[in-house]
């Protein structure tokens, strides 16, 4: 059973950081492309950013430039750097695979990220 576990949330004011990590249970991390979604409030859960299992990273256009993806295989952890944060990115912040997403399986408690003054 895959299971992610996310944590590095807290309040933020604007324009500062923070940096989110999913630890994962698997054995077999490193073949899998990792995601970070979010949920803000009354909205659907939308993708953030994404790595492959290449280290090939894609992102939302609301992030760019801001939000960096990472992973590190030997700690089966994949990593979120957050920069310049906007009161738009408070949202519950979730890592899982595309397909966990596809199939609404392995979601974690996500982390809860709140930029305000």
């Known amino acids: 059973q895959v299971q992610f576990v996310e944590s590095g949330g807290g309040l933020v004011q604007p324009g500062g950081s923070l940096r989110l990590s999913c630890a994962a249970s698997?054995?077999?991390?490193?073949?899998?492309?990792m995601a970070w979604y979010r949920q803000a409030p009354g909205k659907q859960r939308e993708l953030v950013a994404r790595i492959t299992s290449l280290y090939s990273s894609t992102y939302a256009d609301s992030v760019k430039g801001r939000f960096f993806i990472s992973r590190d295989n030997a700690k089966k952890t994949a990593y979120l750097q957050m920069n310049s944060l906007k009161p738009e990115d408070t949202a519950v912040y979730y890592c899982?695979?595309?397909?966990?997403?596809?199939?609404?399986?392995?979601w974690g408690q996500g982390t809860q990220v709140t930029v305000s003054s």
């Open positions: 899982n695979t595309p397909l966990g997403f596809t199939m609404n399986q392995y």
């Open positions: 698997t054995n077999i991390f490193r073949d899998y492309t």
